[in-house]
Protein backbone atom coordinates (compact mmCIF):
# COMPACT_ATOMS: atom_id res chain seq x y z
CA UNK A 1 0.00 0.00 0.00
CA UNK A 2 1.68 3.31 -1.07
CA UNK A 3 0.86 6.62 0.53
CA UNK A 4 -0.96 7.40 -2.73
CA UNK A 5 -3.44 4.78 -1.85
CA UNK A 6 -3.10 5.76 1.89
CA UNK A 7 -4.80 9.41 1.27
CA UNK A 8 -7.00 7.62 -1.62
CA UNK A 9 -7.99 5.43 1.29
CA UNK A 10 -8.77 8.44 3.60
CA UNK A 11 -10.63 10.39 0.81
CA UNK A 12 -12.85 7.22 0.23
CA UNK A 13 -13.61 7.04 4.02
CA UNK A 14 -14.57 10.87 4.11
CA UNK A 15 -16.94 10.29 1.79
CA UNK A 16 -18.14 7.32 3.20
CA UNK A 17 -18.55 9.04 6.75
CA UNK A 18 -20.19 12.18 4.99
CA UNK A 19 -22.55 10.30 3.25
CA UNK A 20 -23.69 8.20 6.37
CA UNK A 21 -23.88 11.14 8.12
CA UNK A 22 -25.90 13.07 5.81
CA UNK A 23 -27.98 10.15 5.57
CA UNK A 24 -29.00 10.23 9.04
CA UNK A 25 -29.37 14.16 8.79
CA UNK A 26 -31.71 13.67 5.72
CA UNK A 27 -33.92 10.60 7.44
CA UNK A 28 -34.16 13.36 10.72
CA UNK A 29 -35.35 16.33 8.67
CA UNK A 30 -37.44 14.01 6.08
CA UNK A 31 -38.97 12.12 9.05
CA UNK A 32 -40.18 15.63 11.04
CA UNK A 33 -41.00 17.19 7.70
CA UNK A 34 -42.93 14.15 7.03
CA UNK A 35 -44.89 14.14 10.29
CA UNK A 36 -45.35 17.76 10.60
CA UNK A 37 -46.85 17.41 6.94
CA UNK A 38 -49.10 14.14 7.96
CA UNK A 39 -50.42 16.14 11.33
CA UNK A 40 -51.33 19.11 9.08
CA UNK A 41 -53.60 16.93 6.82
CA UNK A 42 -54.57 14.44 8.96
CA UNK A 43 -56.51 17.68 11.13
CA UNK A 44 -56.87 19.44 8.15
CA UNK A 45 -59.05 16.72 6.74
CA UNK A 46 -60.56 15.81 10.10
CA UNK A 47 -62.12 19.38 10.37
CA UNK A 48 -63.57 18.79 6.52
CA UNK A 49 -65.24 15.62 7.76
CA UNK A 50 -66.62 17.00 10.55
CA UNK A 51 -68.09 20.07 8.34
CA UNK A 52 -69.36 17.86 5.68
CA UNK A 53 -71.24 15.97 8.39
CA UNK A 54 -72.70 18.65 9.83
CA UNK A 55 -73.69 19.64 6.62
CA UNK A 56 -75.37 16.23 5.36
CA UNK A 57 -77.29 16.48 9.10
CA UNK A 58 -78.75 19.83 8.11
CA UNK A 59 -79.63 18.82 4.84
CA UNK A 60 -81.41 15.13 6.29
CA UNK A 61 -79.20 13.50 4.31
CA UNK A 62 -77.60 9.73 5.54
CA UNK A 63 -74.27 10.22 7.12
CA UNK A 64 -71.68 7.68 5.58
CA UNK A 65 -69.78 5.11 8.30
CA UNK A 66 -66.36 6.81 7.70
CA UNK A 67 -67.79 10.06 7.75
CA UNK A 68 -69.32 9.43 10.69
CA UNK A 69 -66.43 7.98 12.29
CA UNK A 70 -64.25 11.30 11.41
CA UNK A 71 -67.25 13.42 13.31
CA UNK A 72 -66.82 11.42 16.30
CA UNK A 73 -63.60 11.81 16.87
CA UNK A 74 -63.59 15.47 16.12
CA UNK A 75 -65.99 15.78 18.86
CA UNK A 76 -64.45 13.48 21.25
CA UNK A 77 -61.13 15.92 21.26
CA UNK A 78 -60.15 17.11 24.45
CA UNK A 79 -60.87 20.82 25.82
CA UNK A 80 -58.13 22.94 25.36
CA UNK A 81 -57.67 25.64 27.74
CA UNK A 82 -59.26 28.23 27.19
CA UNK A 83 -60.17 31.81 28.80
CA UNK A 84 -63.30 33.12 30.05
CA UNK A 85 -64.40 34.46 26.27
CA UNK A 86 -63.70 31.52 24.70
CA UNK A 87 -66.08 29.29 27.27
CA UNK A 88 -68.82 31.89 26.57
CA UNK A 89 -68.05 31.65 22.98
CA UNK A 90 -68.79 27.81 23.25
CA UNK A 91 -71.94 28.35 25.10
CA UNK A 92 -73.47 30.34 22.36
CA UNK A 93 -72.42 28.32 19.63
CA UNK A 94 -73.24 24.68 21.04
CA UNK A 95 -69.94 24.44 23.29
CA UNK A 96 -66.23 24.05 21.47
CA UNK A 97 -63.17 21.54 21.28
CA UNK A 98 -60.16 21.77 19.76
CA UNK A 99 -59.80 23.21 16.37
CA UNK A 100 -63.52 24.33 16.86
CA UNK A 101 -62.31 27.72 15.76
CA UNK A 102 -60.81 26.49 12.54
CA UNK A 103 -64.56 25.92 11.19
CA UNK A 104 -64.59 29.36 10.30
CA UNK A 105 -62.37 28.89 7.81
CA UNK A 106 -64.21 26.21 5.55
CA UNK A 107 -66.33 27.03 2.98
CA UNK A 108 -68.85 24.97 1.45
CA UNK A 109 -70.17 24.63 -2.02
CA UNK A 110 -73.14 22.83 -3.13
CA UNK A 111 -72.98 21.88 -6.69
CA UNK A 112 -75.19 20.20 -9.15
CA UNK A 113 -74.65 17.25 -11.12
CA UNK A 114 -73.05 19.15 -13.63
CA UNK A 115 -70.22 20.58 -11.08
CA UNK A 116 -71.67 24.17 -11.22
CA UNK A 117 -72.46 25.84 -7.80
CA UNK A 118 -76.05 26.18 -6.91
CA UNK A 119 -76.96 29.63 -6.65
CA UNK A 120 -79.67 31.17 -4.35
CA UNK A 121 -81.08 34.50 -5.76
CA UNK A 122 -79.96 37.01 -3.84
CA UNK A 123 -77.04 35.21 -1.69
CA UNK A 124 -73.58 35.87 -1.75
CA UNK A 125 -71.57 34.64 -4.46
CA UNK A 126 -69.29 31.55 -4.04
CA UNK A 127 -65.37 32.56 -2.94
CA UNK A 128 -64.33 30.39 -5.24
CA UNK A 129 -64.62 28.72 -8.37
CA UNK A 130 -65.58 24.66 -7.88
CA UNK A 131 -62.10 22.73 -8.51
CA UNK A 132 -63.86 20.12 -11.56
CA UNK A 133 -60.84 18.04 -11.38
CA UNK A 134 -61.93 16.92 -8.13
CA UNK A 135 -65.79 17.00 -9.18
CA UNK A 136 -64.59 13.93 -11.99
CA UNK A 137 -62.85 11.98 -9.20
CA UNK A 138 -65.99 12.57 -6.83
CA UNK A 139 -68.15 11.21 -9.61
CA UNK A 140 -66.02 7.75 -9.97
CA UNK A 141 -65.22 7.17 -6.35
CA UNK A 142 -68.04 8.88 -4.62
CA UNK A 143 -65.58 11.08 -2.62
CA UNK A 144 -61.99 12.85 -3.32
CA UNK A 145 -59.98 14.65 -1.06
CA UNK A 146 -57.08 16.94 -2.55
CA UNK A 147 -54.74 20.27 -2.00
CA UNK A 148 -54.97 22.67 -4.86
CA UNK A 149 -53.93 25.92 -5.67
CA UNK A 150 -55.96 28.82 -6.68
CA UNK A 151 -54.68 31.13 -9.48
CA UNK A 152 -53.22 33.75 -6.92
CA UNK A 153 -51.22 30.84 -5.73
CA UNK A 154 -53.32 30.40 -2.26
CA UNK A 155 -53.06 26.59 -1.48
CA UNK A 156 -56.27 25.27 -0.47
CA UNK A 157 -56.78 21.59 1.10
CA UNK A 158 -60.15 20.21 -0.89
CA UNK A 159 -62.81 17.53 0.18
CA UNK A 160 -65.47 16.66 -2.60
CA UNK A 161 -68.37 14.03 -1.84
CA UNK A 162 -70.68 12.49 -4.17
CA UNK A 163 -74.15 13.21 -2.47
CA UNK A 164 -76.07 10.13 -4.19
CA UNK A 165 -79.77 11.29 -2.56
CA UNK A 166 -82.96 12.71 -5.12
CA UNK A 167 -84.00 16.79 -4.48
CA UNK A 168 -80.60 18.05 -2.86
CA UNK A 169 -77.30 18.46 -4.49
CA UNK A 170 -75.03 16.45 -6.61
CA UNK A 171 -71.75 17.20 -4.56
CA UNK A 172 -70.74 18.91 -1.90
CA UNK A 173 -67.20 20.64 -2.07
CA UNK A 174 -65.53 21.85 1.10
CA UNK A 175 -62.51 23.45 1.34
CA UNK A 176 -59.88 25.23 3.82
CA UNK A 177 -57.09 27.49 3.24
CA UNK A 178 -53.63 26.41 4.84
CA UNK A 179 -51.78 29.27 3.71
CA UNK A 180 -50.41 29.12 7.21
CA UNK A 181 -49.60 25.50 6.72
CA UNK A 182 -48.09 25.93 3.66
CA UNK A 183 -45.91 28.96 5.11
CA UNK A 184 -44.71 26.70 8.11
CA UNK A 185 -44.32 23.78 5.78
CA UNK A 186 -41.61 26.52 2.95
CA UNK A 187 -40.21 27.47 6.62
CA UNK A 188 -39.42 24.10 7.70
CA UNK A 189 -37.57 23.10 4.14
CA UNK A 190 -35.34 26.43 4.54
CA UNK A 191 -34.16 25.43 7.85
CA UNK A 192 -33.65 21.83 6.78
CA UNK A 193 -31.89 22.67 4.05
CA UNK A 194 -29.64 25.59 5.67
CA UNK A 195 -29.13 22.75 8.55
CA UNK A 196 -27.87 20.20 5.92
CA UNK A 197 -25.54 23.18 4.42
CA UNK A 198 -24.20 23.55 7.98
CA UNK A 199 -23.87 19.60 8.35
CA UNK A 200 -22.22 19.13 5.02
CA UNK A 201 -20.01 21.75 6.52
CA UNK A 202 -19.27 19.78 10.08
CA UNK A 203 -19.26 16.28 8.93
CA UNK A 204 -16.91 17.12 5.85
CA UNK A 205 -14.67 18.43 8.38
CA UNK A 206 -15.45 15.53 11.28
CA UNK A 207 -15.10 13.01 8.85
CA UNK A 208 -12.18 14.39 7.15
CA UNK A 209 -10.72 13.96 10.99
CA UNK A 210 -12.21 10.36 11.64
CA UNK A 211 -10.65 8.84 8.26
CA UNK A 212 -7.46 9.89 9.43
CA UNK A 213 -7.18 8.39 12.86
CA UNK A 214 -8.79 5.33 11.09
CA UNK A 215 -6.05 4.75 8.79
CA UNK A 216 -3.21 6.02 11.02
CA UNK A 217 -2.45 2.43 12.23
CA UNK A 218 -1.85 1.79 8.55
CA UNK A 219 0.28 4.62 7.73
CA UNK A 220 2.44 4.13 10.76
CA UNK A 221 2.84 0.96 9.92
CA UNK A 222 3.40 1.59 6.52
CA UNK A 223 6.47 3.27 7.51
CA UNK A 224 7.50 0.97 9.80
CA UNK A 225 7.54 -1.36 7.12
CA UNK A 226 9.82 1.43 4.73
CA UNK A 227 11.94 1.97 7.55
CA UNK A 228 12.68 -1.64 7.89
CA UNK A 229 12.95 -2.50 4.22
CA UNK A 230 15.81 0.27 3.70
CA UNK A 231 17.38 -1.08 6.69
CA UNK A 232 17.44 -4.74 5.88
CA UNK A 233 18.24 -3.92 2.62
CA UNK A 234 21.20 -2.25 3.32
CA UNK A 235 22.77 -4.37 6.46
CA UNK A 236 22.22 -7.21 3.70
CA UNK A 237 24.42 -5.38 1.08
CA UNK A 238 28.07 -5.94 3.16
CA UNK A 239 27.50 -9.77 3.34
CA UNK A 240 26.23 -10.28 -0.01
CA UNK A 241 29.14 -8.27 -1.38
CA UNK A 242 31.83 -10.44 1.23
CA UNK A 243 29.52 -13.87 0.17
CA UNK A 244 29.98 -13.28 -3.23
CA UNK A 245 33.83 -12.55 -3.08
CA UNK A 246 34.67 -15.75 -0.94
CA UNK A 247 32.76 -17.68 -3.72
CA UNK A 248 34.84 -16.36 -6.44
CA UNK A 249 37.98 -16.53 -4.70
CA UNK A 250 37.00 -20.22 -4.02
CA UNK A 251 35.96 -21.02 -7.66
CA UNK A 252 39.24 -19.47 -9.24
CA UNK A 253 41.38 -21.85 -6.56
CA UNK A 254 39.46 -25.00 -7.42
CA UNK A 255 41.53 -26.88 -9.89
CA UNK A 256 39.35 -27.61 -13.55
CA UNK A 257 38.95 -31.42 -12.77
CA UNK A 258 36.45 -30.58 -9.13
CA UNK A 259 33.40 -30.19 -11.89
CA UNK A 260 30.91 -30.86 -9.06
CA UNK A 261 32.67 -28.69 -6.54
CA UNK A 262 32.78 -25.40 -9.33
CA UNK A 263 29.13 -26.16 -9.75
CA UNK A 264 28.68 -25.48 -6.25
CA UNK A 265 30.28 -22.55 -5.76
CA UNK A 266 28.80 -20.98 -9.27
CA UNK A 267 25.57 -21.51 -7.78
CA UNK A 268 26.16 -19.40 -4.92
CA UNK A 269 27.58 -16.36 -6.98
CA UNK A 270 24.35 -16.94 -9.23
CA UNK A 271 22.43 -17.04 -5.87
CA UNK A 272 24.43 -14.06 -4.68
CA UNK A 273 23.77 -12.31 -7.66
CA UNK A 274 19.82 -12.68 -7.66
CA UNK A 275 19.87 -11.43 -3.90
CA UNK A 276 21.54 -8.36 -4.94
CA UNK A 277 18.96 -7.94 -7.51
CA UNK A 278 16.14 -8.41 -5.11
CA UNK A 279 17.71 -6.23 -2.76
CA UNK A 280 18.48 -3.26 -5.09
CA UNK A 281 14.63 -3.79 -6.10
CA UNK A 282 13.48 -3.40 -2.31
CA UNK A 283 15.21 -0.82 -1.45
CA UNK A 284 14.48 0.77 -5.36
CA UNK A 285 10.58 0.59 -4.57
CA UNK A 286 10.98 2.05 -0.75
CA UNK A 287 12.54 5.04 -1.80
CA UNK A 288 9.84 5.62 -4.67
CA UNK A 289 7.19 4.74 -1.59
CA UNK A 290 8.85 7.25 0.39
CA UNK A 291 9.59 9.88 -2.46
CA UNK A 292 12.51 9.92 -2.11
CA UNK A 293 14.07 8.84 -5.13
CA UNK A 294 15.65 11.67 -7.18
CA UNK A 295 14.11 11.63 -11.03
CA UNK A 296 15.43 14.37 -13.72
CA UNK A 297 12.87 14.25 -16.01
CA UNK A 298 13.99 16.03 -19.01
CA UNK A 299 13.58 16.00 -22.64
CA UNK A 300 14.42 12.65 -23.74
CA UNK A 301 14.82 11.69 -27.55
CA UNK A 302 13.96 8.10 -27.90
CA UNK A 303 16.15 6.96 -30.82
CA UNK A 304 19.80 6.42 -29.44
CA UNK A 305 17.77 5.07 -26.20
CA UNK A 306 16.29 2.35 -28.56
CA UNK A 307 19.68 1.77 -30.67
CA UNK A 308 21.42 1.32 -27.04
CA UNK A 309 18.60 -1.27 -26.37
CA UNK A 310 19.03 -3.06 -29.34
CA UNK A 311 22.38 -3.47 -29.22
CA UNK A 312 22.25 -4.39 -25.15
CA UNK A 313 19.22 -6.82 -25.41
CA UNK A 314 19.92 -8.11 -28.84
CA UNK A 315 22.65 -10.22 -28.08
CA UNK A 316 20.51 -12.14 -25.84
CA UNK A 317 17.70 -12.45 -27.99
CA UNK A 318 20.32 -13.58 -30.66
CA UNK A 319 21.20 -16.51 -28.63
CA UNK A 320 17.59 -17.54 -27.57
CA UNK A 321 16.56 -17.56 -31.26
CA UNK A 322 14.25 -14.53 -30.43
CA UNK A 323 13.91 -12.36 -33.21
CA UNK A 324 13.93 -8.42 -31.51
CA UNK A 325 12.63 -5.70 -33.75
CA UNK A 326 13.17 -2.11 -32.71
CA UNK A 327 10.99 0.70 -35.12
CA UNK A 328 13.28 3.32 -35.56
CA UNK A 329 11.51 6.98 -34.08
CA UNK A 330 11.64 10.38 -33.55
CA UNK A 331 9.61 10.71 -30.86
CA UNK A 332 11.05 12.57 -27.97
CA UNK A 333 9.42 12.34 -24.26
CA UNK A 334 9.60 14.14 -20.60
CA UNK A 335 11.36 11.09 -18.75
CA UNK A 336 14.40 10.56 -16.68
CA UNK A 337 16.22 8.88 -18.97
CA UNK A 338 17.96 6.10 -17.15
CA UNK A 339 14.81 5.18 -15.08
CA UNK A 340 13.00 5.02 -18.56
CA UNK A 341 15.80 2.85 -19.43
CA UNK A 342 15.25 0.22 -16.77
CA UNK A 343 11.53 0.13 -17.26
CA UNK A 344 12.17 -0.85 -21.16
CA UNK A 345 14.60 -3.44 -19.99
CA UNK A 346 12.43 -4.85 -17.33
CA UNK A 347 9.59 -5.40 -20.10
CA UNK A 348 12.03 -6.81 -22.50
CA UNK A 349 13.67 -8.80 -19.84
CA UNK A 350 10.34 -10.38 -19.24
CA UNK A 351 9.09 -10.37 -22.96
CA UNK A 352 12.36 -12.62 -23.30
CA UNK A 353 11.68 -15.25 -20.59
CA UNK A 354 8.27 -15.43 -21.22
CA UNK A 355 8.84 -15.86 -25.31
CA UNK A 356 9.71 -19.19 -26.93
CA UNK A 357 12.62 -19.52 -29.69
CA UNK A 358 11.57 -18.88 -33.13
CA UNK A 359 8.78 -15.56 -31.32
CA UNK A 360 9.10 -12.02 -32.00
CA UNK A 361 9.60 -9.37 -29.66
CA UNK A 362 8.78 -5.62 -30.77
CA UNK A 363 9.77 -2.26 -29.47
CA UNK A 364 7.79 0.67 -31.11
CA UNK A 365 6.92 4.28 -29.86
CA UNK A 366 3.56 6.34 -31.33
CA UNK A 367 2.91 10.11 -30.69
CA UNK A 368 -0.62 10.97 -30.35
CA UNK A 369 -2.27 14.10 -28.70
CA UNK A 370 0.66 15.28 -26.76
CA UNK A 371 1.53 11.98 -25.23
CA UNK A 372 4.16 9.10 -26.93
CA UNK A 373 3.13 5.34 -26.42
CA UNK A 374 6.03 3.09 -26.28
CA UNK A 375 5.17 -0.29 -26.88
CA UNK A 376 6.50 -4.01 -26.08
CA UNK A 377 5.27 -6.46 -27.92
CA UNK A 378 5.25 -10.11 -27.65
CA UNK A 379 4.32 -13.48 -29.22
CA UNK A 380 5.06 -15.28 -26.02
CA UNK A 381 2.91 -17.77 -23.94
CA UNK A 382 0.36 -14.90 -22.57
CA UNK A 383 -0.80 -14.12 -19.52
CA UNK A 384 -4.59 -15.63 -18.67
CA UNK A 385 -7.17 -13.27 -18.08
CA UNK A 386 -7.71 -13.71 -14.36
CA UNK A 387 -4.23 -13.03 -13.46
CA UNK A 388 -4.31 -9.38 -15.95
CA UNK A 389 -5.80 -7.52 -12.89
CA UNK A 390 -2.78 -8.94 -10.67
CA UNK A 391 0.03 -8.66 -12.61
CA UNK A 392 1.12 -5.24 -11.57
CA UNK A 393 1.54 -6.48 -7.55
CA UNK A 394 4.09 -6.72 -5.83
CA UNK A 395 5.88 -10.45 -5.64
CA UNK A 396 2.71 -11.51 -7.87
CA UNK A 397 3.92 -14.09 -10.08
CA UNK A 398 1.50 -15.75 -13.02
CA UNK A 399 2.96 -19.55 -12.48
CA UNK A 400 5.83 -19.62 -9.48
CA UNK A 401 6.26 -23.28 -11.18
CA UNK A 402 7.50 -21.52 -14.28
CA UNK A 403 8.72 -18.75 -12.69
CA UNK A 404 12.43 -18.67 -14.15
CA UNK A 405 14.26 -16.78 -11.58
CA UNK A 406 11.43 -13.47 -11.44
CA UNK A 407 11.29 -12.23 -7.88
CA UNK A 408 7.47 -10.54 -9.04
CA UNK A 409 8.72 -7.49 -8.48
CA UNK A 410 9.77 -6.28 -11.81
CA UNK A 411 6.54 -4.98 -13.03
CA UNK A 412 5.89 -3.48 -9.69
CA UNK A 413 8.92 -1.56 -9.98
CA UNK A 414 7.96 -0.33 -13.82
CA UNK A 415 4.75 1.23 -12.61
CA UNK A 416 6.12 3.19 -10.03
CA UNK A 417 9.09 4.27 -11.97
CA UNK A 418 6.04 5.29 -14.99
CA UNK A 419 3.97 6.88 -12.56
CA UNK A 420 6.79 8.97 -10.72
CA UNK A 421 6.79 10.43 -14.25
CA UNK A 422 3.45 11.30 -15.10
CA UNK A 423 2.91 8.69 -16.97
CA UNK A 424 0.74 5.71 -17.19
CA UNK A 425 1.23 1.95 -17.95
CA UNK A 426 -1.25 -0.81 -19.59
CA UNK A 427 -1.14 -4.80 -19.96
CA UNK A 428 -3.03 -6.58 -22.76
CA UNK A 429 -2.47 -10.25 -23.26
CA UNK A 430 -3.94 -13.30 -24.97
CA UNK A 431 -3.01 -16.93 -23.88
CA UNK A 432 -0.86 -18.34 -26.38
CA UNK A 433 -0.70 -15.51 -28.48
CA UNK A 434 1.54 -13.00 -26.77
CA UNK A 435 2.08 -9.79 -24.54
CA UNK A 436 1.57 -6.00 -24.94
CA UNK A 437 2.76 -3.55 -22.48
CA UNK A 438 1.90 -0.10 -23.32
CA UNK A 439 3.35 3.16 -21.55
CA UNK A 440 2.27 6.29 -22.31
CA UNK A 441 4.27 9.65 -21.26
CA UNK A 442 4.17 13.65 -21.94
CA UNK A 443 5.40 14.17 -24.89
CA UNK A 444 8.31 16.84 -25.73
CA UNK A 445 10.58 18.75 -27.88
CA UNK A 446 14.30 18.39 -28.17
CA UNK A 447 14.24 22.04 -25.78
CA UNK A 448 10.98 21.32 -23.80
CA UNK A 449 7.45 20.15 -23.27
CA UNK A 450 5.47 20.47 -26.62
Not at 173 to 185: A, E, H, P, T
Amino acid sequence: MQPALLSALRLRLTLLYLLVGLVLVAAVGGSAYGMLRFYFDATTDLALRHELARQLRLGNLPVPADIAAADLLWSSDPPIARTTRDEEHDERHGGGTLLDRELAAIYVLALDARGQVITIPGGTPPPVVPDQAAVSAARRNGSDIRTIRLPTGLPIRLLTYRVDQPGGPAFLQLGRLIVDQDRILRDMVVGLLVLGAVSTVVLTGASWLLAGRSIRPAREAWERQIAFIASAGHELRAPLTLLRATAEVALRELPDHEAEQRGLWTDVIRDCDHLARLVEDLLLLSRLDAGRLPLAPAPTPLAPLFTDLARQVGRLADERAIRLIVEPSDAVVLADVERLRQVLLILLDNALRHTPAGGEIRLAARPHDGLVGLTVADTGEGIPPEHLPRVFDRFYVVDRARRRGGSGLGLSIARSLVEAQRGTIAIASQPGRGTRVEITLPRASRTGVR
